[in-house]
């Protein structure tokens, strides 16, 4: 397991207006210090991902700055970090954490695609990735898992926050696998089938009702939720309908031009081919199908 440091850059009030995107240029510059001091502790106790959640880099209205230039702030704030973990040698990843609102009511980088865009723009951007978390993605009404993808693809998810959240609600933190069943089992089949070997890291709360023992049954729960749908994983990629029904959706006709890297022949080929889009329409697509036996391996009675 990969040890993770983070730092809060949003809880004290002289955050309000922002931590690296407030107009003070005191206050960027306090962030900053604040940051370099939990790298400085951080790499003492062993750390190698340094999360970042802008939770107060956003606005309630676009009247305060231009919103360019908080961008152009960020930027500034997040290479100098970089060049402050090359200088001493600490070899830490930094994982950008987003968010659409709260507690700001517009925050800059709502989303993980957000973050990937700005990341390429960075002065080292082999060493900023991402850190999704499912509620964040959900808040925003977005599909958790097709971030998550975006980012791995990318070689961009450095670490990843689990929980659950219900839809239109502000962050829950809820148990992971508690309430969107069918997004988490999506969520785990992919990291698993992937081999994301990153940490998988359980930004979650019990219920205020909940005294010493209900903690730890909820802990319990993350875990135990998290390794049922592992399991179920390993279920439905052995299942031999499911499976089938991969392959037949899949299936190309003989004579279909394969497509891989562009080369003037193959671009030919492709131009002259002559595709038949009513034998095509014939092919059958039964997602119906291939969705509820997903249901069926997730409740047990297949």
């Not at 969520?187 to 209900?214: C, I, M, N, S, W």
Request: net charge neutral; with cysteine; glycine share 8%.
């Amino acid at each position: 397991m990969v040890p993770m440091t983070t730092v809060s850059l949003f809880f004290h009030p002289v955050f309000r207006d922002g931590a690296f995107t407030a107009n003070d240029p005191e206050v960027r510059a306090y962030a900053l210090q604040k940051a370099m001091r939990a790298m400085d502790l951080g790499a003492e106790l062993g750390a190698k991902i340094f999360v970042l959640w802008g939770g107060r880099e956003g606005v309630e209205t676009d009247a305060c700055r231009r919103a360019d230039d908080a961008i152009k702030h960020l930027r500034e704030a997040v290479n100098y970090l970089c060049e402050y973990n090359i200088d001493r040698k600490y070899g830490f990843k930094l994982a950008m954490e987003s968010k659409p609102n709260e507690p700001r009511g517009d925050i800059y980088m709502a989303t993980t695609g957000h973050y990937l865009g700005f990341i390429a723009t960075l002065n080292h951007p082999e060493m900023v990735g991402v850190n999704p978390e499912v509620a964040h993605e959900q808040m925003a009404g977005l599909n958790f898992l097709h971030g998550v993808a975006q980012a791995w693809e990318a070689g961009k998810l450095f670490h990843i926050d689990l929980n659950d959240q219900m839809p239109g609600r502000f962050d829950q933190d809820l148990r992971f696998g508690s309430v969107n069943i069918k997004a988490a089992f999506w969520l785990v089949k992919f990291l698993e089938d992937v081999g994301y070997q990153g940490p998988r890291h359980f930004d979650a709360h019990a219920y205020r009702t909940e005294d010493y023992d209900g903690v730890m049954d909820f802990a319990r729960g993350c875990m135990r939720n998290y390794l049922i749908f592992k399991e179920k994983a390993g279920r439905w990629n052995s299942d031999r309908e499911i499976q089938a029904i991969l392959k037949e959706v899949g299936w190309q006709s003989n004579g279909t031009p394969k497509l891989g890297a562009y080369s003037k022949k193959g671009a030919a080929a492709l131009l002259a081919h002559s595709f038949d889009k009513d034998a095509i329409m014939k092919k059958s697509l039964p997602y119906e199908r291939l969705d509820q036996l997903t249901i069926d391996v997730l409740t047990g009675v297949r």
